[in-house]
């Protein structure tokens, strides 16, 4: 789950606060999602209910009316939508909760300011930072008289002012918060489980000779963590290959050394989905458990374009490869001549031919030939011709990355701790020419 961007947004369309968490400015997607929302839900839809999501410009909008402003997020993909859900209600919960007597946009206007403190602590870099919910309250607390007097008087300084009392609030808030718990919720009662994904995505360029120009990993570990009490976890690595550059989750700053020297993740878990760790991994070998080997004939206005694709095991072991497909790259105005595939099928979309394949067969090769011809009958020789892949592998990390074993302390007992890996796809392009 990435957050690109949370708008709140009155009802007449005017925007009232935003965050944009990647530094790209997402107000005509919001303007749009407003012209959306006035046509779709404005006269009474019961739509809202059943899914309130649009997509707009490839950007996924869910979002929540309150009173006469809506709560708007815009995401990245649908993965993970309910845990997006879940944070956005939780903004509701906190707006509710600090604006009791009075609640709308015109309450939210005049704190713009603390509005728009919280929504930076809220999040950072689209992954949750802070989520609890007393300290938010904190953080949204409406401005008394001596505030909006003090901003008057200060005039210049009002943006130091601002960070001073955003500093008070938030050592204010952590009065009902145990040390090195900020991120658990108090007396929470759980289902005693930890999980963890170890995700890796392979960014490659291949030439037409099949040489790696260019490759590296960007791994992620999640957590989704339901444990009671306050507990200590411990989680045991293998890192074969070293991490180029790593990013942490705020409740493993303090033991950063700790993971540099003996590859073991100690830390009191957040409670609820976060993201524990980023890396990245240059490396000039990547080894797949699948083998696409391709051929590119020009013959002035004709182009042959052929695919072998077959499964292959990796250090003795097989592995299934999920969801592949192989999207190419065609000039403008080729026509389709013929086309045979061996398994899948072949669709066209914007001056390209997509070969879905699904769940790659372990004892069987699969082809693909297209043959293509220029409408205008020129020459192709100076054309170039890309193939882009997409593809999931369960149970395997390209980079060897892996969690050996989860320890937890000052919990219940009889937690169930699982741990997995996938690779997907990043950019993963072939240049046939």
């Known amino acids: 789950m990435t957050i690109d961007s949370i708008y709140i947004i009155a009802q007449n369309s005017e925007i009232i606060a935003y965050k944009n968490y990647f530094g790209q400015n997402r107000r005509k997607i919001a303007e749009e999602f407003c012209n959306q929302y006035s046509k779709s839900f404005k006269n009474h839809s019961t739509i809202e209910a059943q899914y309130p999501l649009f997509i707009i410009q490839e950007k996924v909008c869910i979002f929540h009316s309150l009173s006469d402003f809506i709560i708007l997020f815009i995401l990245n993909s649908e993965e993970q939508l309910l845990s997006a859900q879940q944070l956005m209600y939780l903004v509701a919960d906190i707006l509710k909760n600090t604006y009791k007597e009075i609640l709308n946009s015109e309450k939210l206007k005049s704190n713009f300011s603390s509005l728009l403190i ?57 009065s009902d918060v145990k040390d090195n718990h900020l991120h658990r919720i108090k ?89 524990l760790l980023y890396y990245n991994i240059k490396t000039n070998v990547c080894r797949l458990p699948f083998n696409l080997i391709h051929h590119l004939e020009i013959t002035k206005d004709t182009v042959k374009i052929n695919f072998k694709l077959n499964a292959q095991p990796i250090r003795g072991q097989e592995y299934k490869t999920e969801d592949f497909y192989v999207k190419i790259i065609l000039p403008s105005e080729m026509i389709q001549k013929e086309i045979n595939v061996k398994k899948g099928n072949v669709s066209t979309n914007d001056n390209s031919l997509i070969w879905r394949v699904g769940t790659i067969p372990k004892d069987e090769s699969l082809t693909f030939q297209a043959i293509l011809q220029d409408k205008n009958q020129q020459n192709m020789k100076n054309s170039t011709f890309v193939a882009c892949l997409k593809f999931t592998i369960p149970d395997y990390s390209v980079s060897g990355t892996k969690i050996d074993k989860a320890t937890v302390k000052n919990s219940a007992e009889n937690q169930r701790r699982l741990a997995r890996n996938i690779s997907k796809s990043g950019h993963y392009e072939i240049r046939l020419n």
């Open 118 to 174: 919280m929504l930076d602590h809220f999040m950072e870099k689209g992954q949750p930072l802070i989520t609890q919910k007393q300290v938010l309250e904190s953080l949204v607390q409406p401005q008394g008289v001596l505030d909006k007097i003090e901003e008057v008087v200060i005039g210049q300084n009002q943006h130091q002012n601002e960070n001073f009392k955003v500093l008070e609030k938030y050592i204010d808030g952590l």
């Open 187 to 275: 007396d929470l009662k759980c289902r005693e489980e930890i999980l963890f994904d170890v995700v890796e995505f392979v960014d490659s360029i291949i030439d037409r000779q099949g040489n790696l120009i260019n490759n590296e990993i960007n791994g992620e570990i999640k957590m989704e963590c339901h444990l009671s009490q306050y507990p200590l976890v411990n989680v045991y690595m293998t890192i074969p290959q070293k991490f180029d550059d790593l990013s942490v989750h705020e409740c493993l700053l303090d033991q950063a050394d700790k993971f540099e020297a003996d590859k073991i993740l100690s830390f009191n878990p957040p409670s609820g989905s976060c993201s």
